[in-house]
């Protein structure tokens, strides 16, 4: 993730004594009023001695969610062309309605040589995904439009932690399978269509991209030498993307990557120095198909070097001041480099570029960090310039007879500058009071993204917004333990769209084309409330209940971000149970 990091840790397999044995498990269910949406889990674990297994599975099943009941866009008296129009579709929003299967197996030991593991998952989701091309509710001549999806993930990890001496030897093998199924962005192919023209598995889907990425890596933790302590290592990756559908999308394409990193650290007290470099050599080999059929243009190769450099000081009891400097890099996708066909759920037309640049990120930020026995908090001011940024730009043109089909997006780079501000402060009050809050403030410009071709604003950047948070938590009473309670207040501030860059940005169109809905959005505040328990029933394990309440006010609004904002309402209340039981 360029300018940020995701760490998925595993759970260690289960253990027990020597000799011994141990089995035990947790039955998990959920129900959430505003979308009709149902789960139930399993999860079984069970060790004898120093090897362990376990296993779970999960189903959900979810009908369309349901918005504020407002006046739609055709229902109103106001038809005025222009941003912040009543939308196309409220209260119930067709075609959101989705069914998941989940499950996952894992089996481990651990002795004095370390430990070792195998897990491996699988995850399903087949949703509709409701489309702005339709008409309103009740129109038997126009109705809604939606599109069925159908997305897999597979995952097969192999890894270890073993010591060697005084080294610690980390190897890591994996394999994903990834699957996008979607039916065509015509309208008439939702999931009962699917269903009924022969099922998810023999369906023709309109887009079929299927992708196995295979990773190979190995760090190594050296032994500290006086106060540096760190990590070699080395990974290569292959991915091999296939394009199976009858609209080719992107075309069929590997991926090679190989990468050798290296991270030392430096306690020098008060100070802690940290710096690690890594270099890339990435290859991307397309097949020609009927749009690209250029040999020269079907090949990228990338050599890059990226680094960073951090320092923390303790600079009294409790406070410490951190900096760091740093540079990233992104390589083009191959949908960034070669797509080139309707993106039927942003309706639109997508072209790529094979002539794009890495994205190269060159960062800075500052840090304030405070741990007291009450109090914790956190001010961070950062900057983030990216070179070669890659965008989807509106061209202002439109595919089809006449320019009346889908407006077309063309990949392509500017030079960015994404400066922002963070902070968050939580203190205990009383024992049984916490509160708390953050807030972020982040801008981000483009060159040549403006009027007069000047700086201009970027595209899909979140709002600004506000946070803060109450915890109760009261002593145990009778068979309650660990109670709490919790109020939690989000306001976001209005957001205008980055003019024709912003995805939908047609619904901001004041010529009244389309004239419903918008891109850019209103500021809002929602409220959230929880309340939960575990419960001492002296049945062995204890069981937890949760009961929250989403959009406490039933806040009629859009978030940013959401994709239906042009055309539909974020989500309204919604009461959410959740029970868990030990055995």
Known sequence: ALGGAINVLTKDAPTADLGESRVGGKFRSQYFTNNDERAVGLDLQGARGPVGVRAGFERRIADNYTAPEEETFFEAADKSPGPFNDPKYTDEIPFTNFEQWNGYAQVGTQGHFGNVQLYGDYWVNRHNFLLPIGGPKGNANNPPAGIGQNLEHGNLVA???????????????????????????????????IEDSGGFDDFDYDVDLKTDIYTGRLEVVHPEIGPVGGTLGAEVQRQDANTRGLSELQPTADTWNVGLFVFEEVDLAPWTFNAGVRGDVRTIDAEPNDRTTDP???????????????????VADGIALA????????????????????HGGVAAFQVGDPDLDPERAYSADVSVRVRRDRLTAEVTGYVNAINDYIFLENTNENRGPNGNGRPIYEASQTDAVIPGIEAKVETQVRPWLHVGGQAAVLWGTGDGLGDSRGDGDLPLLPTDNVEGFVHLTPDDRGPLRSPRVELHLKHGFDKDAAGTLEPFSQFDNTSGKPPFGTASTKAYTTVDASIESRFALGLGGEPSLRVAMRNVFDTTYRNFLDTYKGYALSPGRDVQLSLSVPF
């Open 296 to 314: 020269d243009a079907l090949e990228n190769d990338h050599l890059t070097l990226s680094g960073a450099l951090g320092a923390n000081v303790k």
């Open 159 to 193: 890894k270890g932690n073993l010591i060697a001496g005084d080294f610690v030897v980390r190897p890591r093998l994996s394999v994903q399978t990834s699957i996008r199924q979607s039916g065509n962005g015509a309208g008439d192919q939702t999931l009962d269509v």
């Open 323 to 342: 900096t760091n400097l740093s540079s990233g890099f992104r390589a083009p996708s191959i949908f960034e480099l070669y797509t080139n066909g309707v």
